[in-house]
């Protein structure tokens, strides 16, 4: 055992002898193994605990059992008590989900704390087969069935070379005693009905299903490898300024599976990539799609990418003067003798004598019209804009300057309303300038 755990974290590199590591112990068969074999192959640790408050009497018996465990063995202990339930119920996710989040931010935070330089968890061959297939039932990508990865970020499995097996048979030589909790003998959720149920009862007719199920996994983690390469090759070269040509994306042998490396960084889910790649057979302008963080839309010909935008704001204006609209944006008005003309798009010269004040900076709504200079009769803003070349998302982003009647005055940095236009009877100019 020590010389197959060891001979795994030496080809994946996964741990100096030099540096301090954080162990994960939970006081299980799994956890206490990773302990123990580290601190005998020499490495220098310290193991975290965390209390779930879930399990009644039995979650203080885990915490009673590792602390017993570190001081027999000379390795220094940090734990942790969490109110789990509130946590899940404030932001309204399982208590798996809440548990996972909680344990790995606390990980995280003692990991600087004490200056380890990663956190060693005690994943195993049996967690990889179960996290394939649960991938596999939920219909994941490649990378859902290449397994568990030694390494992910500060996060590092030495134990991914060895079975459940061969852990408990190893404990029970060095006599050598464990926890078990009560939540992983029933079969509620769908990692252990696997565990419990499905994967014996595959083993027992085939026999060498763990072996071939971990054979598999290799051969897809290899080709991944290729795969990777050719996506991100492939998407140097498409992608420009968070745009993709859709003609261009169509002639690769699997928009699809670009469209997913390319979106699923931003958060988009798999359903929504796959309406997207459906959506490029008849790409229809102005089409969009949004994730909890950015948003996407069919332009031009072109998928074009963004952050999502905060709301924009109303300001009323009471007077001449500088004013703050954002914490990019800020407008200047000034009022001056005269027939003043500047041909910049972020400024407007308008006649001063026809503009009451207070006037308003605001986003253009539905439905909004004005009388372009240059131009006959009024036009809706929106046609105007998409006249322009504007994509949806500018055109959400473009501002109105409004008089005191709510009569648009100016479509900022694009064209004033020919009826607030300076002429040669001005007497004075009303001077806007967006920063």
Same mark, same amino acid.
């Given at each position: 055992?020590?010389?197959?755990?060891?001979?795994?974290?030496?080809?994946?590199?996964?741990?100096?002898?030099?540096?301090?590591?954080?162990?994960?112990?939970?006081?299980?068969?799994?956890?206490?193994?990773?302990?123990?074999?580290?601190?005998?192959?020499?490495?220098?640790?310290?193991?975290?605990?965390?209390?779930?408050?879930?399990?009644?009497?039995?979650? !203080?018996?885990?915490?009673?059992?590792? %602390?017993?465990?570190?001081?027999?063995? $000379?390795?220094?202990?940090?734990?942790?008590?969490?109110?789990? %339930?509130?946590?899940?119920?404030?932001?309204?996710?399982?208590?798996?989900?809440?548990?996972?989040?909680?344990?790995?931010?606390?990980?995280?935070?003692?990991?600087?704390?004490?200056?380890?330089?990663?956190?060693?968890?005690?994943?195993?061959?049996?967690?990889? @087969?179960?996290? @394939?297939?649960?991938?596999?039932?939920?219909?994941?990508?490649?990378?859902?069935?290449?397994?568990?990865?030694?390494?992910?970020?500060?996060?590092?499995?030495?134990?991914?070379?060895?079975?459940?097996?061969?852990?408990?048979?190893?404990?029970?030589?060095?006599?050598?005693?464990?926890?078990?909790?009560?939540?992983?003998?029933?079969?509620?959720?769908?990692?252990?009905?696997?565990?419990?149920?499905?994967?014996?009862?595959?083993?027992?007719?085939?026999?060498?299903?763990?072996?071939?199920?971990? %054979?598999?996994?290799?051969?897809?983690?290899?080709?991944?490898?290729?795969?990777?390469? !050719?996506?991100?090759?492939?998407?140097?070269?498409?992608?420009?300024?968070?745009?993709?040509?859709?003609?261009?994306?169509?002639?690769?042998?699997?928009?699809?599976?670009?469209?997913?490396?390319?979106?699923?960084?931003?958060?988009?889910?798999?359903?929504?990539?796959?309406?997207?790649?459906?959506?490029?057979?008849?790409?229809?302008?102005?089409?969009?799609?949004?994730?909890?963080?950015?948003?996407?839309?069919?332009?031009?010909?072109?998928?074009?990418?963004?952050?999502?935008?905060? #709301?924009?704001?109303?300001?009323?204006? #009471?007077? #001449?003067?500088?004013? @703050? !609209?954002?914490?990019?944006?800020?407008?200047? @008005?000034?009022?001056?003798?005269?027939?003043?003309?500047?041909?910049?798009?972020?400024?407007?010269?308008?006649?001063?004598?026809?503009?009451?004040?207070?006037?308003?900076?605001?986003?253009?709504?539905? $439905?909004?019209?004005?009388? #372009?200079? $240059?131009?006959?009769?009024? %036009?809706?803003?929106?046609?105007?804009?998409?006249?322009?070349?504007?994509?949806?998302?500018?055109?959400?982003?473009?501002?109105?300057?409004?008089?005191?009647?709510?009569?648009?005055?100016?479509?900022?940095?694009?064209?004033?309303?020919?009826?607030?236009?300076?002429?040669?009877?001005?007497?004075?100019?009303?001077?806007?300038?967006?920063?």
């Amino acid at each position: 055992m020590l010389n197959k755990v060891k001979a795994y974290i030496d080809k994946y590199h996964l741990l100096d002898a030099k540096k301090c590591y954080l162990v994960a112990l939970s006081g299980g068969a799994d956890s206490v193994c990773l302990l123990l074999l580290l601190k005998q192959l020499g490495y220098h640790i310290e193991a975290a605990h965390c209390n779930f408050l879930l399990r009644g009497e039995e979650s !203080y018996r885990d915490e009673h059992f590792v %602390k017993a465990l570190c001081e027999t063995q $000379g390795v220094e202990l940090h734990t942790i008590h969490f109110d789990t %339930k509130t946590y899940s119920d404030v932001h309204k996710i399982s208590i798996e989900m809440a548990a996972r989040e909680l344990r790995y931010r606390y990980f995280e935070q003692l990991r600087q704390d004490v200056e380890a330089d990663g956190i060693c968890v005690a994943h195993h061959q049996d967690d990889s @087969i179960e996290t @394939i297939l649960i991938n596999l039932l939920r219909g994941t990508g490649i990378h859902g069935l290449s397994g568990i990865k030694p390494r992910n970020g500060h996060i590092l499995r030495p134990l991914l070379c060895i079975s459940r097996t061969d852990i408990e048979n190893w404990l029970n030589e060095k006599q050598q005693g464990y926890v078990t909790d009560s939540t992983n003998i029933e079969d509620f959720t769908l990692r252990n009905k696997l565990r419990i149920s499905i994967i014996p009862q595959l083993s027992s007719t085939i026999p060498s299903v763990r072996e071939n199920i971990l %054979k598999s996994a290799q051969h897809i983690s290899e080709a991944t490898l290729i795969y990777d390469d !050719y996506i991100t090759h492939t998407l140097q070269k498409i992608v420009i300024d968070n745009t993709i040509e859709i003609k261009r994306l169509r002639q690769e042998p699997s928009p699809e599976s670009i469209l997913y490396q390319w979106l699923s960084q931003y958060n988009f889910p798999t359903a929504v990539i796959e309406s997207i790649s459906q959506s490029l057979l008849l790409p229809q302008a102005g089409k969009e799609w949004s994730s909890p963080t950015h948003q996407l839309t069919i332009h031009q010909g072109h998928l074009t990418l963004e952050e999502l935008q905060k #709301p924009l704001s109303e300001l009323k204006i #009471p007077e #001449p003067g500088t004013y @703050i !609209y954002d914490e990019q944006t800020k407008i200047r @008005i000034e009022k001056k003798d005269g027939i003043h003309i500047d041909k910049e798009s972020n400024i407007a010269c308008l006649d001063a004598s026809i503009i009451q004040f207070p006037i308003t900076l605001r986003p253009v709504k539905t $439905g909004d019209r004005f009388h #372009p200079f $240059g131009m006959k009769g009024s %036009k809706l803003i929106s046609d105007f804009l998409t006249d322009r070349g504007l994509s949806i998302f500018q055109k959400r982003r473009t501002l109105v300057l409004c008089n005191n009647q709510g009569q648009i005055v100016w479509v900022v940095g694009h064209r004033p309303d020919a009826h607030f236009c300076i002429t040669e009877a001005t007497k004075s100019t009303l001077t806007v300038s967006l920063q």
